[in-house]
């Protein structure tokens, strides 16, 4: 049941692709608690995707934006100014690796691929909170929030580069998240949830495979995009005012359990 926690409260949602994408669970959480927001994708993701149906069940305004080009980024933020004033929360949903698409494997690496990674999935949030900040657009005690995955601090072998491009969003993360709170009482964040049942999840090799097994490690199970959604919800809200730059992991328990049960018995001789 709603309760309206985030009532008067205006932000951008970033990658929003279709209704199995985190991006629009938090879309539709943070219109029943009362948000009102701006949905951006890339021009070519807003005519895959199916995002006006998100919209029209928002009110929400649509509004291309390709991370990659500044003058996009700016021309998004100065429209949700001037629609509602300085910001309190902007959600960062954004990652790609060509290298994935392709299935190169990780010791051949096509670099020019590499950098197009880094550039849409980690250097985006920089370019986004260095365009908020430049432009004052983020209100006090706002909140900046992107969404990561445990391979920046382990191997998993099928992720490929989008390991360091999460390393670096985390790293973007703690170091504007310093100079965010000191200057402007804004706080950032990430989040590292459970492998999920996404479109862009999905593509990764291995995936249905690795997410039973990452559901058998974590005591309470993987975590849904619906229960990451209600994550981000809480760290949009004035409930969590002094927690900045942090790398929360969100993945019922897997970051911390070394061995389950459940896995155990895979491989135990009856």
């Known amino acids: 049941m709603a309760t309206r926690l985030l009532e008067g409260k ?19 959480l943070c219109h029943a608690e009362g948000a009102e927001f701006i949905l951006t994708n890339a021009p070519i993701a807003l005519r895959m995707g199916t995002i006006n149906e998100l919209a029209e069940k928002t009110g929400a ?25 300085k910001l309190d929360f902007v959600l960062h949903s954004i990652g790609m690796s060509l290298n994935v698409r392709k299935k190169n494997p990780y010791t051949d690496l096509n670099y020019d691929f590499m950098h197009k990674t880094f550039d849409v999935s980690a250097m985006s949030f920089h370019r986004l909170m260095q365009a908020l900040w430049k432009k004052d657009a983020m209100k006090e005690w706002g909140s900046i929030l992107a969404l990561t995955y445990i391979a920046a601090q382990r191997v998993f072998p099928d992720y490929n580069e989008m390991a360091e491009s999460k390393a670096l969003l985390e790293s973007f993360a703690r170091s504007f998240g310093y100079h965010f709170g000191k200057a402007k009482n804004v706080r950032v964040n990430t989040i590292s949830q459970s ?9 990764v090799g291995g ?16 975590a849904s995009a619906e229960d990451c959604a209600k994550y981000c919800l809480s760290l949009f809200s004035d409930y969590t005012r002094m927690v900045t730059m942090q790398n929360l992991f969100h993945d019922g328990g897997f970051s911390y359990t070394g061995i389950s049960d459940d896995v155990m018995d895979m491989f135990r001789t009856k």
């Open 195 to 203: 492998p999920t049942m996404t479109t862009a999840g999905s593509g």
């Open 61 to 85: 305004e649509v509004v291309a934006c390709d991370v990659t080009v500044e003058a996009d980024l700016n021309n998004l933020i100065d429209i949700a100014t001037a629609k509602y004033g």
């Open 10 to 28: 205006k932000g951008i949602i970033f990658g929003a692709l279709d209704s199995k994408s985190i991006a629009w669970k938090v879309a539709e």
């Open 207 to 222: 995936f249905d495979a690795f997410y039973e097994y990452a559901n058998k490690i974590s005591p309470l199970g993987n």
